[in-house]
């Protein structure tokens, strides 16, 4: 059965229960369909991008949001950084994987992996500046995919 | 095939993924039926509301809570009003529908609002300061709802 | 028909609305299944619970975090306690049950209580820190439950 998760959050614990849903969802036999909107897309994002002609206001979005998965920060107590590195750390110990694992594993598995169109213009983030294998898709898509799922999460 | 979204929120940015949701819906042929609970009421505030009797502490909920879906905030990067100003900049620029404008085609498209009357009370909201049309439900008719879906978001 | 809540939020608000939801659906004659995960975890938490050995990384994790539901804040206006006190008591003037009131009552009423077993280790919380009658599981019994729910909600 089909399970749609919708990643708004660009929180790092928030994306990482968004994967390891999606990925224990894949390991029961689930197909799964990931779509990225707002926030969200920051995840997908290549840590080293190629540049793109941009405005100065795309550009400035891009500066002030977390470039990529190993970017992203606690939505509590992150405490100007030490919170997120100390639950990076833990993770780390307690052999959890890192987020941008867990999202290689995702794709590897199967996983779609869908950033919001409207999002991205609004944003602009051009698709080369997102992981390879992310597909584009609007709010019809995302629809579409939660009419054949039986599960569909907005994260 | 019905969606159902319960909107928590009072940020800008979910309040706006949950109205594209269901305006997506309702162009695919969708029933959506929406659900406002806590801060999520903000939206529904008209700007300019008749007066109403209220207790003081009634009167300072109301004060604190933004008025209206033209005054909902990000929920990150708002800075002070810098970042909601630009998200909302850029997004007119885009030609991206306001989410006032949002709300009434979701209105004028059928979509059925419903405010919660728990949090309306605790909140000391009355219908006659929410928008024309609303409806007052408890979590029973939320539950209903959600029944009669195939997909229900908590956003 | 069973009705799955993933409450990821620790915010008081978030549970109390997971809460008001499940013990709506037990009224209706649901099954419900609530899975706790991340900073959901701490509305389970005992208010006074046995000492348990544990690594110092651990014991902050503890301190820094609330210990149990008489202890959530508000997501927004918290306001250093003054917003989550008057909404407390705004709550208890309009006869709203509290939360750690609402959880007795869904458990009571047969709602399945289920900790995140991969959170708790990351945490370092104990069975035996959480509320009694609460089960431990993975996200396999997550996806299990939701299988069996015509509606599943991340909050």
Known sequence: MKKTILLFS?????AFAAFIIANGALAMGDEVTMFFTFWGLNALRKPNPPSVAKKIVEKMFGWMMPRGADKLTLSKMHMAGMGTAMMKGVMKQKN???????IKLAQENGAQLIACSMSMDVMGLHQEELLEGV???GVATFLGEADESNATLFI
């Open 10 to 14: 660009g929180d790092l614990d928030k």
């Open 135 to 137: 597909e584009i898709g």
């Open 96 to 102: 959890v994987q890192s987020l941008p694992v867990l």
